[in-house]
């Protein structure tokens, strides 16, 4: 055989090119896009009013201190990473008057951002957790069933969208967990649902806590928007402190990704909820070996970035300010997209914009409407027809507009 030229036969022949992520592929495919009209509505990532992304002050401010500090080195982090940040973290998601943190009962580990976080409580169940079902709402973020599944998980789903009210589903959803099996995993979003906006009110929390409690089904909670849905960190932790109040475990997976604007540093924390201070120890043990294999020990950077803003009362403040500022204009983009469509005479009803919370619509356009944006006018959103509202900006909601205009008249 010859191993040179055209003759070679690589080892790899047989690997076939696998399709694109179905929501950083959005991106792809608008990096490719000529037209100077584009428009990204596809990825989850904040936007200026320009369009531009944002580093915060705050960060920014934070790093400095960090440069400018000698004293500050390279060394490997713990394998459950940065001890300050890991207590600010639970402090800053289960409230700082948190019965459940003050008794020691909370095993938190830096991970690797959002995701994986979710990837470390999923395999840690799946070793250590005697139902491996976890339920996922219909529908979900599309990266939850695959980290899941990796992770050693069945991973099945409970009802939670109604296309028709283009609200909760909450009679399906209170049936499918009502016959889950005892003990069953659920995955909770913990505010801003993803894709759809629709969060439970606090009443529907309350029901979903007192069902879930009765059948011992296990809380996950994802929690990637604290702060973005409302402009409130507190507000957006509330159902995550209502099931930790009641003295029942839970999981609970953070990301600063959004909330801190630090996506590409992959800063985020793992909490586990336990009953005693000694079963919590044992479950951080049990954590490391998780993790260990896995990446070793999480990146120092980002981590220190937020311990840096969580501890210093000023820089907190500051913080919340500016996160206020980023939820506030993307509510001022919901009311603006709305009353352009109203402006236009639009067939259906949009108030659906204006009602879902965080980060995303879900317009409700089907994908053949979807297609017909981006052929005609150049907008990108994944095919489910989620957009993400801080993606947009006061020039680009005309456009937005005419397109959904068009797509609703033109296309069934
Ligand atoms: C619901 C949900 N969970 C988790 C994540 C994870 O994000 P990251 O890993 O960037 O923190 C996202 C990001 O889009 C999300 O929407």
Wanted: aromatic share 8%; glycine share 8%; with cysteine.
């Amino acid at each position: 055989m010859s191993v040179s030229g055209d003759h070679f036969n690589s080892v790899f022949a047989n690997v076939v090119q696998a399709p694109e992520d179905p929501i950083l592929g959005v991106t792809v495919a608008y990096n490719k896009d000529p037209s100077p009209d584009k428009l990204n509505l596809g990825v989850g990532a904040y936007r200026t009013e320009e369009g531009k992304p944002l580093v915060l002050n705050v960060v920014r401010k934070a790093e400095q201190l960090l440069v400018n500090d000698p004293s500050r080195v390279k060394e490997y982090l713990p394998i459950t990473g940065l001890a300050d940040f890991n207590k600010l973290s639970a402090k800053l998601i289960f409230g700082a008057d948190s019965v459940a943190i003050q008794e020691n009962r909370v095993a938190t580990v830096q991970c690797l951002s959002g995701t994986g976080s979710l990837r470390v409580g999923g395999e840690f169940l799946a070793r250590h957790y005697h139902e491996r079902t976890i339920y996922i709402p219909q529908p979900t973020w599309g990266n939850h069933p695959k980290v899941f599944t990796l992770a050693g998980l069945s991973v099945k789903t409970y009802r939670y969208y109604n296309p028709n009210t283009r609200g909760l589903d909450f009679e399906g959803l209170l049936e499918d967990l009502g016959n889950a099996p005892i003990g069953a995993i659920v995955l909770l979003h913990a505010c801003a649902h993803n894709p759809t906006g629709v969060d439970p009110t606090s009443d529907q929390w309350e029901h979903i806590r007192l069902l879930m409690r009765s059948k011992g089904l296990l809380p996950f909670f994802d929690s990637a928007y604290q702060g973005f849905a409302s402009g409130s960190l507190d507000a957006d932790a509330l159902s995550v402190r209502m099931f930790v109040a009641d003295g029942a475990e839970c999981l609970a997976a953070q990301s600063y990704a959004k909330n801190m604007g630090l996506y590409g540093e992959r800063v985020g924390a793992l909490s586990i909820v336990c009953k005693t201070a000694e079963e919590a120890t044992r479950v951080e043990s049990q954590l490391k070996l998780v993790i260990r294999p896995m990446y070793s020990n999480p990146p120092i950077h980002g981590a220190s970035i937020v311990a840096t803003v969580l501890k210093d009362r000023d820089m907190y403040d500051e913080w919340t300010v500016e996160l206020k500022a980023m939820a506030d204009r993307i509510i001022s983009m919901r009311k603006q997209l709305f009353d352009a469509l109203q402006a236009r005479g639009t067939p259906g009803d949009w108030s659906h914009i204006l009602k879902q919370i965080g980060m995303f619509t879900f317009t409700g356009l089907n994908a053949d409407q979807v297609a017909y944006m981006r052929k005609e006018y150049h907008i990108y959103m994944t095919s489910d027809g989620r957009i993400s509202m801080a993606g947009l900006s006061s020039r680009t909601v005309p456009h937005l507009a005419d397109a959904i205009h068009a797509a609703i008249s033109n296309v069934a």
